[in-house]
């Protein structure tokens, strides 16, 4: 089954559990998903433990019917890629090389000029073949961040995690990044799962949404489903509304702190 299906998740750090039977999905191929929640909702734990770095107590994660869970460290790093929220640093290697060295680790027998193809053109696509000769640790934080989307698309994992991908990036390249994400994303059926906090660009740019609350899903399904007044209220404590543009989009407004 072409598919991601959690089930019954538990994790968490040592004896402190934060993941309590979760189950979510199945999220399909071709698709973005948004991971969407509070601070310490459990977010970046389920990217973790999906990515192999946090092993569940309990629980399966079937990718294509396959339990993530139970295969090797090997197998894993074959099937999903993960990039966190805080970048490594000190990395002496140009944009150029550190996409490429990420293109090698992926492929499976690629010729060499083929490699390189890949690397300059998801650099391209990201927006940043100006910076292909530039050294990682000589830019700034929305352009290693840039950097690292293109390491981590070049790859083509089977399921992609990336961690607040825009946190350090301007509203320009914020869309095209999500742009280039969904296009990926359907072009070589990827299962994507993006950690954001802008609600306003998960409705824009997710096909679906998973709400976590207190290390449990509290909703999911489509992003305009899953962002409702109600939800923004039990989850996020604020009052607000979900309206429409002029254009037809939905956007969230903030009125107040629930209470309030
Ligand atoms: N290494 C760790 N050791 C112990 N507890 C941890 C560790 N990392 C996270 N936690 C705890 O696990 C809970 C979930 O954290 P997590 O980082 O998954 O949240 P998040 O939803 O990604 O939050 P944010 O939006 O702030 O990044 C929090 O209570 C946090 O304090």
Known sequence: MAQLDIRGLAAGYGATPVLRNLSAGPLAEGAVTAMLGPNGSGKSTLLKTLAGLNPPTRGELLLDGEDLARATPARRAERAMYMPQALPRGVHM?????????????????????????????????????????????????????????????????????????????????????????????????????????LNIALRHADHALLLHGGAIETEGLPARVVTPDTLRRVYGVRARVERCPQGQAQVHVDGLAGA
């Open 94 to 198: 140009t944009v150029f090389e550190s996409v490429l060295v990420a293109a090698r680790s992926g492929s499976r027998g690629a010729a060499g000029n083929d490699m390189q193809q890949a690397a300059l053109s998801a650099i391209a696509d990201l927006g940043i073949a100006a910076l292909a000769s530039r050294y990682l640790d000589e830019l700034s934080g929305g352009q290693k961040q840039l950097a690292s989307l293109a390491q981590a698309l070049v790859r083509r994992p089977r399921l992609l995690l990336l961690d607040e991908p825009l946190s350090a990036l301007d509203l320009n390249y914020q869309f095209h990044v999500m742009d280039v994400l969904r296009r990926q994303t359907r072009r070589h059926r990827l299962i994507t799962l993006v950690v954001l906090h802008d």
